[in-house]
C-alpha cells in the first residue's frame, strides 16, 4: 500500500521510562515522544535556587537534556570542569562566568569541551536554559551538591 505510513522504531515503555523521567501517563510501546514542558515541574537540586526538568537520560552513557533555572544572585561557586562536552542555550535571562566574564544572554549557545575548567558563576537574573551532556556531567560529586543525584 503506497499511502499506508510506517510507524518509527519502537522502543518498550520500561526503556523508554527510564530514559524519560518526565513522561507522562501510562503509554504503550512508542516510537516518538513529546513532553509538555510546562506540566513538568521544576526539581530543585540541593544548591538552594537552582531547579531542574530533566528531559531524558541515558543511564549508560550519563548523557542528558535538561531545562535549568537559576534563581537571580545563585551561580556555581567555585571552578570546576566536566567529565563530558556541556552545551548550553540560554532561553532566558543573564548568565556571567565571573573568572572569564563571559555572560550569556537568551539566544547564547555555549559550549565548554570535556574537561575545561570553567566558572564560578551568577545568574544576574532568573537565568533559563536548555543543557546538553553528551556523557557524564561530572567525574566526582562537586562539594556545592548534598544529593549525590544532582551531579547526573
Do not use: C
Not at 29 to 48: A, C, H, M, Y
Not at 107 to 130: L, M, R
Amino acid at each position: 500500500m503506497a499511502n499506508e505510513k510506517k510507524n518509527p522504531v519502537q522502543m518498550p515503555i520500561d526503556v523508554l521510562k527510564h530514559m524519560v523521567p518526565n513522561l507522562p501517563g501510562d503509554y504503550p510501546d512508542i516510537g516518538e515522544v513529546l513532553l509538555d514542558t510546562d506540566t513538568i515541574d521544576w526539581r530543585p537540586k540541593s544548591l538552594e535556587g537552582l531547579y531542574e526538568k530533566m528531559l531524558w537520560r541515558d543511564p549508560d552513557s550519563g548523557a542528558s537534556m535538561a531545562l535549568i533555572k537559576f534563581e537571580k544572585g545563585v551561580g556555581i561557586p567555585s571552578p570546576h570542569a566536566h567529565a563530558s562536552n556541556q552545551f548550553m542555550f540560554v532561553l532566558s535571562g543573564k548568565y556571567t562566568y565571573t573568572a572569564s566574564n563571559l555572560t550569556l544572554v537568551a539566544g547564547s549557545f555555549y559550549w565548554n569541551p570535556k574537561g575545561q575548567v570553567h566558572g564560578p558563576t551568577i545568574a544576574e537574573e532568573e537565568t533559563i536554559f536548555f543543557e546538553l551532556y553528551d556523557g557524564p556531567h561530572y567525574p566526582k560529586q562537586p562539594d556545592w551538591y548534598s544529593d549525590e543525584q544532582d551531579s547526573h
